[in-house]
């Protein structure tokens, strides 16, 4: 069975079981069409190089993930992270990828003042804009669940992070992340508003027994709870018609089997719950 | 050292240590004036019973923890909840308690439509309305944290809760629980909205180690990175001057320790953090 056309998968849902080039050649065999890669992986082979190995297999670069922390408050460390993230759209302008994931970090260490950390992160991202621009690069902001604002990131509803969208203009959108939204009681409206602002949808499953914060146990689609194929037409009503990506971090279950196994099981549920537009 | 004229705790937080008689005597041995129950113990004490021991021991009953789920979608279950919070309301009344706890439960077994639940959980409480009002008995909806949807409470923000209860209008109000809401970038406004209908403040706090999403590792007020003398300041802004409670529930330490010294420890806190009124 070949991958559905609307298919795509976050390099992070078989990170145990392939490194990078690995990935890409896998991914290539199973006829997926795009992905989102870790900045790290790239950037370790080599941007130029990775951007030959994605493209000679045929496949599509969607996000790179992602942005080194916008919320530091030591001025030594907001100068970096501003370079660290020029570095990083420069290598999402390489790969020819939708966009560069802004996942803006947590409270630094020791502070308890969240909105200063929300204006740090909004000013950070601003001086981003116009480097952005004239490098053809879109930065896509992506809210995480409000049980990582400690430590992940201090978007925590979409809603928040379509404001600062609306607020900054083009290039700036959004990751509607399922698992990381579904919960939010204005995720309708908030779809809604951000027509023409959603660069990407990504898909796993909150499962009733999810125990862990960290996001590493998440359940395969149709497994959990998440009313995927509602949150799909929400975004597609919201003029949304890109790839539905798996992003599945998985510790104690898919990052342990084998990863043909994985993409056929993702492959078979897609088809299930969005479709295949083949 | 004796508590704080507005200090209040949830019997939960000594819940490993004491039991219902006991957990009375040893916080009014400690100078504490008010408290939530567990409901559970209540009522195997007998309510009549408990409401002697509690007043005899000087205290006065904040909330009664909690109510039957109000998500329920069968209609023998949803009469058998309503039939159990009207029980509970009677509780909450021979306890001339501040209010009932709503905690309004998760997702039913097998479903995937949390509007549906939401409209059922309305709906559950707006027929509680007419009997807590002839009761006396007020109803504190508890907004709990996003990453317990599935399987604890459908209300994820105060936002959401608030419109409830400005719809259902008197005996119907919010309590803001530090740990579940700090997170929500609607705070500050909803606060202030909610302004005379806000029935409690409980403290505990969210540290940087939290890595479960049972909320049973919950930090001492000051341990963690809420901001919870600003939060205090939004809810006194809001109208309301009565106790800070906290509820710390916390498996593998506070629970753990001897009383005395947990009490000990919460008193010096709760100075330091929100003052002392005596």
């Given at each position: 069975?070949?991958?559905p056309?609307?298919?795509a998968?976050?390099?992070?849902?078989?990170?145990?079981?392939w490194?990078?080039?690995e990935?890409?050649?896998?991914?290539?065999r199973?006829?997926?069409r795009a992905?989102?890669?870790?900045?790290?992986?790239?950037?370790e082979?080599?941007?130029?190089?990775a951007?030959?190995?994605?493209?000679?297999?045929?496949?599509?670069?969607?996000?790179v993930?992602?942005?080194?922390s916008?919320?530091?408050?030591?001025?030594?460390?907001?100068?970096?992270?501003?370079?660290?993230?020029?570095?990083a759209?420069?290598?999402?302008?390489?790969?020819?990828a939708?966009?560069?994931?802004?996942i803006?970090?947590?409270?630094?260490?020791?502070?308890?003042?969240?909105?200063g950390?929300?204006?740090?992160?909004?000013?950070?991202?601003?001086?981003?804009?116009p480097?952005?621009?004239?490098?053809?690069?879109r930065?896509?902001?992506?809210?995480?669940?409000?049980?990582?604002?400690?430590?992940?990131?201090?978007?925590?509803?979409?809603?928040?992070?379509?404001?600062?969208?609306?607020?900054?203009?083009?290039g700036?959108?959004?990751?509607?992340?399922?698992?990381?939204?579904?919960?939010?009681?204005?995720?309708?409206?908030?779809?809604?508003?951000?027509?023409?602002?959603?660069?990407?949808?990504?898909?796993?499953?909150?499962?009733?027994?999810?125990?862990?914060?960290?996001?590493?146990?998440?359940?395969?689609?149709?497994?959990?709870v998440?009313?995927?194929?509602?949150?799909?037409?929400?975004?597609?009503?919201?003029?949304?018609?890109?790839?539905?990506?798996?992003?599945?971090?998985?510790?104690?279950?898919?990052?342990?089997?084998?990863?043909?196994?994985?993409?056929?099981?993702?492959?078979?549920?897609?088809?299930?719950?969005?479709g295949?537009?083949?």
């Amino acid at each position: 069975m070949t991958a559905p056309a609307n298919f795509a998968i976050h390099q992070g849902t078989l990170e145990r079981q392939w490194a990078f080039a690995e990935c890409i050649d896998g991914l290539a065999r199973h006829g997926v069409r795009a992905l989102t890669v870790r900045r790290g992986d790239v950037e370790e082979y080599g941007a130029d190089a990775a951007a030959r190995l994605i493209s000679d297999a045929g496949l599509q670069v969607l996000g790179v993930s992602r942005c080194a922390s916008l919320t530091e408050s030591e001025p030594a460390r907001i100068s970096a992270n501003h370079d660290e993230n020029l570095r990083a759209l420069e290598v999402t302008a390489k790969l020819g990828a939708s966009h560069l994931a802004m996942i803006c970090g947590g409270l630094p260490e020791g502070s308890r003042d969240l909105p200063g950390a929300r204006a740090r992160a909004r000013d950070a991202l601003e001086r981003l804009v116009p480097e952005a621009r004239s490098m053809g690069v879109r930065m896509g902001l992506e809210p995480i669940h409000p049980m990582r604002v400690a430590t992940g990131c201090i978007w925590s509803t979409l809603a928040m992070a379509d404001a600062i969208c609306a607020d900054l203009g083009e290039g700036v959108g959004i990751i509607v992340d399922a698992y990381h939204v579904w919960w939010d009681p204005r995720l309708d409206e908030t779809l809604a508003a951000a027509a023409g602002r959603i660069y990407s949808f990504q898909v796993s499953d909150w499962l009733h027994t999810t125990g862990s914060v960290t996001g590493d146990d998440r359940g395969m689609p149709g497994d959990g709870v998440i009313d995927l194929r509602r949150m799909y037409d929400g975004v597609r009503a919201a003029g949304y018609d890109g790839f539905v990506e798996l992003e599945l971090f998985s510790a104690d279950n898919w990052w342990t089997r084998d990863p043909d196994e994985v993409l056929e099981t993702a492959f078979a549920r897609h088809r299930d719950i969005f479709g295949d537009p083949r």
